[in-house]
């Protein structure tokens, strides 16, 4: 289980991002962190895998106190994140970071079932650079193909829909949908879709730094489609409905 | 053959003890050891020290190894070393240099390589460059290479100096005729106090012909690298050129890549790009576990792979 407590962050110049925003992520289930653009979700992602450190408040993993412990050791404590915008890396392949993010090397097979969840065939892509020469939906599969690979207890999607086509999202939705079935870990995705929101066990709503309502899924959707001030805060309804 | 100069083979060539195919070993500008095969000769010259090397045509899949060690300081090495490959010969050469020194003394390898690459000829041509040793004496290494492509020949060159070379100058120029195609790779890193100087000139001067020049290099520490590309574009044709550096510490870089196009189907491109490494590509993989220091290493050695 995932806790966050009274979590404040300020960007550089001061302006207030997430403000003594509190949440609890349960295990094995799916959660979706939606809201307008601008609301603190990507900070908060960031904030949970330690990219970001928070100004104040307190982060529990398991009941262990995580606040001050640094990116390398809440990933190696099985805190996954897949970025919004994938890194790219010269010279490094695509089966090279897939073994740097299991941590092991990985045989042919093992490699083909992690990438094909994510639509790519391995045969054309583990000797592939993860370079410039990859397209935004290619780069995009590859990172969350890296989450994939970690299989750890809680995996953080930030926007995974940004920057892929329609058939690579259909694929997507699949693989979150199979994600949960054979659920052994924790998923929080942040995301602005419906179809992603229709898989979640779990929604909650951040907007203004904090967390404007949240609750089980079936209940936020009904509430997020009622409840025209709540939805009339999220920028990118269209997305949503 | 000294047991330096073992240890030396192993990381410049594929070296287990023995090599496939035609070869000559270099020790401290003497040669101990060198086999022909039936398709390739290796002599030395009658007028400079060197060799000359004779690959029939019509060679298909043979390998010829000619590493030079220096084992000691206080030897300055000059070697003029010429290739000549028959048409429709597709052969790889092995060359590669070690220097060890553990004196003040200098050493340094100077290695004159000339290419004359016959109609559909192909060649792969692989050199390493190391230096070890614990002596403070500088160790340098000045590769010039030459190379001629004839009608549709194609030479790929895949050179890699990594680490240990104190001063260097690498030279490289080649002037291609109808359809050939020169490929070339170069990956350098520097550390310490060390200088890389790197210099290539590639005239295209038959119609179809290509380059594709990647060069990628590390400076760390107080070292300092210069690249310097001219690509002539004398008849219809393609080339492409492409400098990526990674700075670190006080590292400096310098690239010059210049391009002169003199027909009007010249397609000529250049690339460069200078920087230390993107912070974004630190934190993925802190999150995939690694620490910084890892992290670090792993791009280092990805980017140079």
């Known amino acids: 289980m995932l806790r966050l407590e009274n979590i404040s962050w300020s960007t550089p110049d001061g302006v207030g991002v997430l403000k003594n925003l509190n949440l609890t992520i349960p295990d094995g289930k799916l959660v979706v962190i939606t809201g307008p653009n601008g609301g603190g979700k990507t900070t908060l992602a960031k904030i949970i895998a330690g990219i970001y450190r928070q100004d104040s408040g307190k982060i529990y993993l398991d009941n262990q106190d995580i606040t001050d412990i640094d990116i390398t050791e809440r990933a190696k404590m099985g805190i996954s994140f897949a970025f919004q915008q994938p890194v790219r890396f010269k010279g490094i392949t695509v089966q090279k970071l897939m073994e740097l993010a299991a941590g092991k090397k990985l045989e042919r097979d093992v490699l083909c079932d992690i990438l094909s969840k994510v639509g790519l065939c391995a045969g054309e892509y583990v ?78 709503v951040v907007a203004d730094g904090k967390i404007a309502s949240s609750g089980p899924a079936e209940e936020m959707m009904e509430k997020l489609a009622q409840n025209s001030g709540m939805m009339g805060r999220c920028s990118k309804q269209e997305a949503l409905f | 053959m000294k047991e330096i100069t073992k240890d030396l083979l192993k990381e410049i060539s594929e070296w287990n003890g023995e090599f496939k195919g035609a070869y000559n070993i ?48 206080d030897v300055d090495d000059l070697v003029y070393n010429d290739f000549y490959v028959g048409e429709n010969a597709d052969v790889i050469i092995v060359a590669g240099c070690g220097i060890h020194t553990e004196t003040g ?50 030479l790929e060159m895949d050179t890699a100096q990594i680490g240990g070379v104190d001063r260097t100058t690498r030279n490289t120029s080649a002037k291609l005729g109808a359809g050939a195609k020169l490929l070339i790779r170069e990956r350098i890193l520097t550390e310490k106090e060390q200088t890389a100087k790197t210099e290539f000139r590639v005239e295209l001067n038959g119609k179809d012909s290509g380059v594709d020049l990647i060069s990628r290099s590390v400076a760390r520490d107080h070292s300092h690298q210069g690249y310097h590309s001219v690509i002539i574009g004398n008849a219809p044709c393609t080339g492409h050129s492409e400098c990526d550096a990674i700075i670190s510490e006080n590292g400096k870089v310098d690239a010059a890549p210049e391009l002169h196009a003199r027909d009007n189907d010249a397609a000529l491109i250049h690339e460069a790009a200078i920087g230390k490494i993107a912070g974004e590509q630190i934190l993925k993989l802190r999150t995939l576990g690694l620490t910084e220091e890892e992290a670090e290493a792993t791009i280092i050695d990805g980017f140079l792979s």
Request: charged share 30%; aromatic share 4%; proline share 3%.
């Open chain 2, 26 to 73: 270099r020790e401290d500008g003497a040669c101990v050891g060198r086999v022909s095969s039936k398709n390739i000769r290796i002599e030395s010259k009658k007028d400079q020290p060197g060799l000359e090397i004779f690959i029939a045509a019509n060679t298909k899949g043979e390998t010829v190894s000619i590493p030079a060690c220096v084992t000691h300081g």
């Open chain 1, 127 to 204: 000797d592939r650079e993860v370079n410039a020469t990859l397209s935004g939906g290619e780069i995009k599969r590859i990172e969350i193909a890296t989450v994939l690979a970690r299989h750890t207890k809680l995996t953080v999607f930030d926007e995974p829909e940004a920057g892929i086509d329609l058939w690579s999202f259909t694929n997507l939705i699949h693989t979150f949908e199979e994600m949960r079935q054979k659920i052994d870990g924790t998923i929080m995705i942040i995301s602005h879709q419906e179809r992603i929101l229709r898989i979640a066990d779990e929604i909650a």
């Open chain 2, 105 to 154: 003394e200098p050493a340094r390898h100077n290695g004159i390589h000339r290419f004359i690459l016959g109609k559909n000829s192909k060649v792969k041509y692989l050199e390493k460059h190391i230096g070890t040793g614990h002596g403070t004496g500088l160790r340098s290494i000045d590769p010039v290479t030459e190379a001629e492509l004839d009608e549709n020949a194609v």
